[in-house]
């Protein structure tokens, strides 16, 4: 089974992101996430954004290239969105499983204003093999990309401070590892059934108070 615990358990990490400082609670939940940590997670203009761009709830995962259990939920994050037309998913790229994952997270972050990550993210999941350089452009390839035009875009800033705020917003909430899921006001880790994922999605609908 999964692990659950709710976003605002590791307080004691707060320091590590001075960008979002803690906030007090809103009486009306009884451990509610910050609103500035809410906009980093949900709003980050440099995270792809899968579903309704103005969905009524967000659902946020943490993944890896190389984490086995993010492969194995790909097809299950897409089933979820088929089946909720007012389901916005943000992903954040965090490579913790060695260069190649950060290889392949910056790889397939600088096709977003190409308009191939999709392309790009699902064949980096599905792929046979870890992630790693060549492997990575070997994918690239394949999604018709020219290599020298993506080695160069994968320099651009926004790149370097999406993953490194990946890592600050992980570290701030003392996630486990990949993948991460995060609703409403909780966060769960580790892979999940189909039904699990509504469920959490559920819960962060009636945290937030919207009807779904």
């Known amino acids: 089974m999964p692990t659950r615990r709710t976003l605002l358990a590791a307080t004691a990490a707060a320091t590590a992101l ?21 906009r980093a997670l949900e709003r980050d203009p440099t995270a792809p954004v899968l579903g309704n761009p103005d969905g009524d709830i967000t659902l946020t995962e943490f993944f890896d290239y190389n984490c086995p259990h993010c ?3 790909l097809p299950l994050v897409q089933q979820l969105v088929s089946s909720d037309p007012q389901l916005r998913v943000v992903y954040r790229e965090w490579p913790v499983f060695g260069p190649g994952s950060d290889f392949a997270a910056r790889a397939s972050l600088a096709t977003l204003p190409m308009g191939r990550y999709w392309q790009m993210h699902a064949g980096l999941l599905t792929m046979r093999g870890r992630a790693e350089e060549a492997t990575v452009m070997r994918v690239a390839r394949d999604v018709g990309l020219d290599e020298a035009q993506l080695r160069e875009a994968m320099l651009a800033e926004p790149i370097e401070r999406h993953i490194n705020t990946s890592h600050m917003l992980a570290d701030h909430m003392g996630l486990a590892g990949t993948p991460s899921f995060i609703c409403g006001d909780e966060a769960v880790f580790g892979a999940m059934t189909l039904d699990e994922l509504r469920e959490l999605v559920a819960r962060g609908r009636r945290t937030m108070g919207v009807a779904g």
């Open 18 to 38: 001075a960008a979002l400082p803690a906030l007090a609670q809103a009486p009306a939940r009884a451990n509610p996430m910050p609103e500035e940590l809410r």
């Open 71 to 73: 492969r194995t939920m």
